[in-house]
């Protein structure tokens, strides 16, 4: 079995610059997240995914950040206007509601972005 | 909020040594959360360790141990003999009911040396 796999893995910008990140979950996965982690700090939560609809997006900087799942499989997160505050590493994570609620999440290896 | 606090930053421990690593927790959104330690070895993406769901039962695996400790509010993660192999960056983690939704603390880089 595949697991989840995140495209590019490294990203270097201006600031000011524009950047998407994308996402493959494991198939079957209905629930999709993003983390943002900046270095040595702990993953947080950006914004979830059930299927297409968005659970939770408050903790996205919504003025420059967007995400998107059009047909509750693979996942983009866009940067519109990249800031030094930034960088960090973008872990896509996937999990499936189907049975265990307490199911773990499977994390894709990352995309470590660094703003200039 | 829920919070998630592991007071060490790295731990640096002899082959054959035994380890402990500490986490306490703050679920003020949550009555009773699952806790979870994952693990991310050197070139790879963060795995799931152990996870214990229920407070006072204990989570085993690859010889680590975590008891969740509801009146401490704690979930160390504790091995008996490290190996070389060992050698990681640890996050404890906390995690809704419902959703699944985490929780990290800050993570513990582990160094262990022959």
């Known amino acids: 079995e595949a697991g989840v796999t995140q495209s590019p893995r490294y990203a270097v910008l201006q600031e000011g610059q524009a950047v998407s990140f994308w996402c493959d979950p494991i198939?079957?996965?209905?629930?999709l997240y993003w983390y943002q982690q900046p270095r040595d700090q702990g993953p947080q939560l950006l914004v979830y995914?059930?299927?297409?609809?968005?659970?939770?997006n408050s903790q996205l900087p919504s003025d420059r950040f967007s995400a998107v799942r059009p047909k509750g499989t693979n996942s983009t997160l866009k940067i519109q206007s990249a800031k030094q505050g930034d960088t960090a590493t973008y872990l896509c994570?996937?999990?499936?509601?189907?049975?265990?609620?307490?199911?773990?999440?499977?994390f894709g290896p990352g995309t470590r972005l660094t703003v200039l | 909020g829920d919070s998630v606090t592991q007071t060490e930053g790295q731990v640096t421990v002899s082959e054959s040594k035994s380890l402990i690593i500490n986490c306490t927790y703050s679920?003020?959104?949550?009555?009773?959360?699952?806790l979870f330690w994952y693990v991310r070895y050197p070139g790879e993406g963060l795995q799931l360790l152990l996870k214990?769901?229920?407070?006072?039962q204990k989570g085993s695996s690859r010889g680590f141990e975590a008891t969740y400790n509801k009146e401490a509010t704690s979930f160390h993660l504790q091995k008996a003999s490290v190996q070389e192999s060992d050698s990681a960056v640890y996050y404890c983690?906390?995690?809704?009911?419902?959703?699944?939704?985490?929780?990290f603390g800050r993570g513990t880089r582990l160094q262990v040396y022959a």
């Open positions: 679920a003020t959104s949550i009555g009773y959360p699952n």
């Open positions: 983690a906390l995690g809704t009911q419902v959703v699944g939704q985490l929780t």
């Open positions: 198939s079957g996965h209905d629930t």
């Open positions: 995914f059930r299927d297409e609809a968005v659970i939770d």
């Open positions: 214990v769901i229920t407070a006072g």
């Open positions: 994570a996937s999990r499936w509601t189907g049975g265990d609620n307490y199911a773990e999440q499977f």
